[in-house]
């Protein structure tokens, strides 16, 4: 109740969406039929957007593979999200160590990105980003959804993650997906000032 909501190709009936509208602040449809947009156009009480371009049909996963080159793209979008980038070294290094990278792209737009190291049973999360300008539309939630699909895929029973403490809204999105608290790393980011933050540390059994 009183969540945002997002809703990728239309494929709910009336009475379904008339429902939603009770409990949710907020709807998003990313569709690509104007029959969604003629159906739900009329709904009073929300706030129902129609966005064609980054709709199902048009949304696409990228996988990076050793040897590759990354994206001036997605170095750009890094150097925008962060205070503290990582740079093309590091994206290039853990491509060589054999790290999961994969992209999320509507059309041709390049929404976000996640890089996570394989462990023994688990999985650790290094990088998740979305692009500053698609920020809380729900594509970090998709990013983690594709990050635990492809964890148990390799057969981790756990996922692990560093987050800032000074970070309040990704501390949000990861214990709304599930995360849990479970210890810190004592002056683990660094901040403009040349001081150092701590990390809250996080985990998801899967």
Do not use: C
């Not at 709807?27 to 969604?36: E, Q, S």
């Not at 999200?81 to 990582?86: C, E, S």
């Not at 002056?187 to 540390?201: F, Q, S, W």
Request: charged residues 25%.
């Amino acid at each position: 109740e009183g969540k945002n909501v997002l809703l990728v190709d239309f494929s709910y009936k009336r009475p379904v969406m008339e429902e939603i509208r009770e409990y949710a602040s907020s709807v998003v449809v990313l569709d690509h039929h104007k029959t969604a947009e003629q159906d739900l156009k009329d709904l009073r009480g929300v706030d129902v957007t129609f966005d064609m371009d980054r709709s199902g049909a048009r949304i696409t996963w990228d996988y990076f593979f050793p040897g590759q080159e990354p994206p001036q793209l997605l170095l750009h979008i890094e150097d925008r999200a962060y205070t503290h980038p990582w740079t093309r070294g590091n994206f290039v290094d853990s491509l060589k160590t054999g790290y999961q990278i994969q992209a999320i792209y509507g059309g041709d737009t390049l929404l976000g990105y996640f890089v996570a190291m394989e462990g023994v049973g688990e999985v650790h999360l290094l990088n998740i980003t979305v692009a500053p300008e698609f920020q809380g539309q729900g594509w970090a939630v998709m990013l983690l959804d594709a990050l635990a699909i492809w964890s148990r895929s390799q057969g981790a029973e756990m996922l692990w993650l560093e987050v800032r403490v000074s970070n309040a809204r990704a501390q949000q999105v990861y214990e709304r997906y599930g995360f849990t608290r479970v210890g810190a790393r004592k002056n683990y980011y660094p901040l403009a000032t040349g001081k150092r933050e701590d990390a809250i540390v996080m985990s998801l059994p899967l």
